[in-house]
Nanobody, 121 residues
Framework: QVRLVESGGGLVQAGGSLRLSCAAS????????MAWFRQVPGKQRELVAA???????MITNSVQGRFTISRDNAKNTVYLQMDSLKPEDTGVYFC???????????????WGQGTQVTVSS
């Protein structure tokens, strides 16, 4: 059993910053990619940023230069630093991780419960 717990969401004015954290716990042998998704009502969940165990990083165009993703492999934790926030960044942010629970290395995708980010204008 693997659990992902997000924290750090909240209400912030436009131009402000927030830092999201997502910690994985439970039966973990290894973690491959870790990512942040965003969902707003009526729209599909979209990928915001992702990072691989080898250090590769992907940031979606709409947040390039404002958001930074990082991870602490020793803590099984991924972070999303969000600066210069805009009202259109508002949504529920979900953490996703590909976790292998044993030495076979077969990874399953897990989701956190989501954390609300609201940016006021």
């Amino acid at each position: 059993q693997v659990r992902l717990v997000e924290s750090g969401g909240g209400l912030v004015q436009a131009g402000g910053s927030l830092r999201l954290s997502c910690a994985a716990s439970g039966r973990i042998f290894s973690i491959d990619a870790m990512a942040w998704f965003r969902q707003v009502p009526g729209k599909q969940r979209e990928l915001v940023a992702a990072t691989t165990s080898g250090g590769g990083v992907m940031i979606t165009n709409s947040v390039q230069g404002r958001f930074t993703i990082s991870r602490d492999n020793a803590k099984n934790t991924v972070y999303l630093q969000m600066d210069s926030l805009k009202p259109e960044d508002t949504g529920v942010y979900f953490c996703n991780a590909g976790v292998a629970e044993d030495s076979t290395g077969h990874a399953r995708g897990y989701w956190g419960q989501g954390t609300q980010v609201t940016v006021s204008s």
